[in-house]
């Protein structure tokens, strides 16, 4: 059973710690927060080792976030917070060609010694801890097999799959998690099990958030890692693009979810912790928001009246996949939130703070 909370916990104000709490979905997710419930105390640490982070330091500086220069590595960063309500664990090493290159030590660091350490700080503050988890945990070779057809500007799964947890709505929870995953996958999902040990060994309410890909404004994208704000940032500045793997073809997709939907599921999950303790479920924009890059190109188009010359690079990276689709059933049954902001809104929005911020990107990326 989780932890019965304190009383000075049941009160309307809380104190909620936000890790990776500068980059973009921690910051976004500290600053939404933050202007939501003025009666909250939102705190955001972050160690500040990706290029770009330092330019939400203002920004949760004029939102009243308490920003704290600390490293999920180091536990005593982390008991320097003190009291806590509730802590969201959004650091990571987010990208999937982490350690393929070099050595895997930062990856596995961050994202595995880094969410033990703040698993420990929520035992000890005995809050509610709410992990945000990955598509990624689900395997590469698996994925691989699903069955799909190539259409005019996508690929798109068929309804009969050979595996369990696959159909033509996407991925499902109960997917066999069996293989190798990357780096990335398998510190989150190793993680994701150190979680459940403390929810059941020590009480400990926690959410598991097994994110698609997240977009929007701030984020910092890169070929890696935030492909879809790469995609508008490259049009903006009129860079060149390729299309990696499956011939080149520009065909392979996600479903993305616009930062401020999560923002609505993460203020539930926090405002209501008791009727989300122990839930891990899929989060992401499903078949309805969902984008090849071929698409993204000529939506990208259209925004900034900008073309680019993308290539066709077929040759294929570690990891990569045609098709991912997170499939939400379970998240939806257990609540009325449902993705509201489409593919168009999403790249508009990137695009408008790209315009308006543009000298700074420029000098950052």
């Known amino acids: 059973m989780p932890l019965s909370p304190s009383s000075d916990k049941q009160s309307a104000s809380r104190r909620v710690l936000i890790t990776g709490g500068a980059g973009f979905i921690g910051s976004s ?29 203002p920004r949760l500086r004029a939102a009243g976030v308490s920003f704290l220069h600390g490293d999920v590595r180091e536990l005593e960063d982390l008991l320097a917070v003190g009291e806590l309500d509730a802590l969201v664990e959004c650091s990571a090493e987010p990208s999937v060609m982490a350690g393929v290159d ?9 994202n595995l010694l880094g969410a033990c350490n703040c698993l420990e700080l929520a035992r000890r503050m005995r809050a509610q801890f709410l992990f945000l988890s990955t598509s990624r945990v689900y395997p590469v070779a698996s994925l691989e097999r699903l069955a799909y057809r190539e259409a005019g500007t996508r690929f798109e799964l068929a309804d009969e799959q050979p595996l369990p947890g696959a159909s033509s709505r996407g991925i499902a929870e109960s997917f066999p998690l069996e293989g190798a995953r990357t780096l990335y996958g398998a510190t989150k999902l190793s993680a994701e099990l150190l979680i459940a040990e403390y929810a059941a060994g020590y009480g400990l309410n926690t959410v598991i958030d097994r994110c698609g890909v997240i977009a929007g404004p701030w984020q910092m994208g890169k070929v890696d890692q935030g492909v879809f704000t790469y995609w508008m940032l490259a049009h903006h500045f009129d860079r060149p693009l390729s299309y990696i793997g499956f011939a080149g073809s520009g065909k392979q997709v996600r479903d993305l979810l616009h930062v401020d939907d999560l923002l609505d599921l993460v203020e539930e999950q926090l405002r209501e912790p008791e009727r989300w303790a122990g839930a891990t479920v899929n989060v992401g924009g499903g078949r309805d928001c969902s984008l090849s890059l071929l698409e993204s190109t000529e939506l990208c188009r259209q925004i900034t009246g900008n073309s680019v010359q993308v290539v066709a690079a077929n040759e294929d990276r570690p990891g990569d996949i045609p098709i991912y ?4 059933t379970r998240l939806h049954a257990l609540t009325g939130w449902r993705a509201r902001r489409g593919p168009v809104e999403i790249l508009s929005d990137i695009h408008a703070w790209i315009a308006e911020h543009e000298s700074a990107l420029a000098g950052a990326l």
């Not at 419930?37 to 330019?55: I, K």
């Open 325 to 328: 689709i997170s499939d939400c």
């Open 29 to 57: 997710l500290a600053l939404g927060l933050a202007g939501r419930h003025p009666d909250w105390e939102v705190l955001a640490l972050d160690n500040l080792r990706r290029r770009g982070s330092e330019l939400n330091l």
């Open 102 to 110: 070099g050595s895997p030590g930062y990856v596995v660091a961050a």
